[in-house]
């Protein structure tokens, strides 16, 4: 390997990875924040084609979303929204109102889901199914019939 290819492969290793959101160790949400819940989508990852959905809770609140095959979930406010996006070459594609008559049981499942790993599978266990868990712990019925946010409206 030539010193310009070495130089280039120790530039790339020394990039800090785009900002994807914190870990929450303690969740501050009161279910009350549930009656401001968006399912949120964005453009993808390289040859990711369906995107990527997260949750917004409470209105200039809070979005939470899986991002890693084997990694507990993020969270981050506006802020650092915008930089998630900016961060990751990213844009909003659609944002997509999701009543919830349960706020309590959304509550209590998005607790559950912070507090361990998410096996990310692909397609059936991904970020879209992520989103759903916790609206339809919610007693809303939305949700994507292909698990591929871009393909579809979340209904």
């Not at 994807?20 to 009656?35: A, E, Q, T, W």
């Not at 995107?51 to 939470?64: D, K, P, S």
């Not at 915008?82 to 659609?94: A, P, Q, S």
């Not at 309590?104 to 998410?118: D, P, T």
């Amino acid at each position: 390997m030539g010193r310009a290819t070495n130089s280039a492969i120790q530039a790339k290793a020394s990039k800090p990875r785009p900002y994807i959101g914190d870990v929450m160790f303690h969740c501050f949400l009161r279910p009350s924040d549930f009656k401001h819940t968006c399912a949120v989508v964005v453009s993808g990852d390289s040859i990711n084609f369906c995107g990527h959905a997260l949750l917004h809770i409470g209105g200039t609140g809070w979005y939470f979303h899986v991002a890693g095959f084997n990694e507990v979930p993020r969270f981050m406010s506006e802020a650092g929204y915008k930089r998630y996006l900016k961060e990751g070459n990213k844009h909003e594609i659609r944002r997509k109102l999701v009543p919830i008559p349960n706020p309590l049981g959304a509550h209590r499942r998005l607790e559950e889901i912070l507090s361990k790993k998410w096996q990310w599978l692909l397609i059936p266990n991904n970020c879209a199914s992520f989103v759903e868990e916790i609206v339809q712990a919610g007693g809303s019925n939305a949700g994507l019939y292909f698990n591929c946010p871009t393909a579809e409206a979340f209904k």
